[in-house]
């Protein structure tokens, strides 16, 4: 197990049950980057892994 899974199942636990939209997860990870600047490049590779999941063409994020 990965140290961020526990992240992921508290997330599940507390919020699995909610609907979110994906404007709502955007201020949320803009809000986040805000308080911590050190963490810009991980969401930001989040954000487009997200933004690119149904593209067939783009395996990479460059």
């Known amino acids: 197990m990965y140290f961020t899974d526990r992240g992921i199942e508290e997330l599940v636990a507390r919020r699995g049950e909610e609907e979110v939209s994906m404007?709502?997860?955007a201020e949320r990870?803009?809000?986040f980057v805000d308080?911590?600047?050190?963490?810009e490049t991980p969401v930001e590779?989040?954000?487009?892994w997200l933004a690119r999941l149904d593209?067939?063409?783009d395996d990479?994020?460059?």
């Open 45 to 48: 590779r989040l954000a487009t």
């Open 60 to 62: 990479d994020l460059d």
């Open 35 to 39: 308080l911590n600047p050190e963490f």
């Open 23 to 25: 404007v709502w997860v």
């Open 29 to 31: 990870l803009r809000e």
């Open 55 to 57: 593209d067939e063409d």
